[in-house]
T-cell receptor
Framework: EAGVAQSPRYKIIEKRQSVAFWCNPISGHATLYWYQQILGQGPKLLIQFQNNGVVDDSQLPKDRFSAERLKGVDSTLKIQPAKLEDSAVYLC???????????????FGPGTRLLVL | AQSVTQLGSHVSVSEGALVLLRCNYSSSVPPYLFWYVQYPNQGLQLLLKYTSAATLVKGINGFEAEFKKSETSFHLTKPSAHMSDAAEYFCAVRVTSEAAGNKLTFGGGTRVLVKP
């Protein structure tokens, strides 16, 4: 079974530029998550999708970050314009759950490492 | 709101020695608890999870964790460290409420160094 795929793996941009990350979840997984992991910290949830609807985006900086999940499969996360403090690893995860199953395992992709200069 | 505290950002153990990683959680309702491992330049991989069944949970790669409600702890152990255990380990909590949904809250992580 293929895992969660993410691209690109690395990205270097200058501040005020825009950048987009792509995620392809495990086939059949209804729930998709984007996390931000700053160096030395644990991952922090940015946004959670259930199929193509947003379940939780309370920690997404909506003035510069946006995300979509068209057709309930692939997802893109965009930052525009980027700031220095956006330098982090952006992790995508997916889980099978339809509805709220608290013990459902989240499967993580390898992440995209972003450096903003 | 739930939170997770991992004591010690770095742990150094000798090969063959006991690995003990500490995790304490804060939650007003019964939690579900997870340990994930992250190898360099990779995503997180689930080691084990507690879902209110047995309090002693066995995971992959010889790791296990014990849920202690009275101490609000979920410490991770492995009897004998192997060089391949060098990685960063994250404890996470998910509370059982409609409001929280499926959101995981992670601790700050503990980086394990294994000395030969």
């Amino acid at each position: 079974e293929a895992g969660v795929a993410q691209s690109p793996r690395y990205k270097i941009i200058e501040k005020r530029q825009s950048v987009a990350f792509w995620c392809n979840p495990i086939s059949g997984h209804a729930t998709l998550y984007w996390y931000q992991q700053i160096l030395g910290q644990g991952p922090k949830l940015l946004i959670q999708f259930q199929n193509n609807g947003v379940v939780d985006d309370s920690q997404l900086p909506k003035d510069r970050f946006s995300a979509e999940r068209l057709k309930g499969v692939d997802s893109t996360l965009k930052i525009q314009p980027a700031k220095l403090e956006d330098s982090a690893v952006y992790l995508c995860a997916s889980s099978l759950a339809e509805g709220v199953l608290y013990q459902e395992t989240q499967y993580f992709g390898p992440g995209t490492r972003l450096l903003v200069l | 709101a739930q939170s997770v505290t991992q004591l010690g950002s770095h742990v150094s153990v000798s090969e063959g020695a006991l690995v003990l990683l500490r995790c304490n959680y804060s939650s007003s309702v019964p939690p579900y608890l997870f340990w994930y491992v992250q190898y360099p330049n990779q995503g997180l991989q689930l080691l084990l999870k507690y879902t209110s069944a047995a309090t002693l949970v066995k995971g992959i790669n010889g790791f296990e964790a014990e849920f202690k409600k009275s101490e609000t702890s979920f410490h991770l152990t492995k009897p004998s460290a192997h060089m391949s255990d060098a990685a960063e380990y994250f404890c996470a909590v998910r509370v059982t409420s409609e409001a929280a949904g499926n959101k995981l809250t992670f601790g700050g992580g503990t980086r394990v160094l294994v000395k030969p």
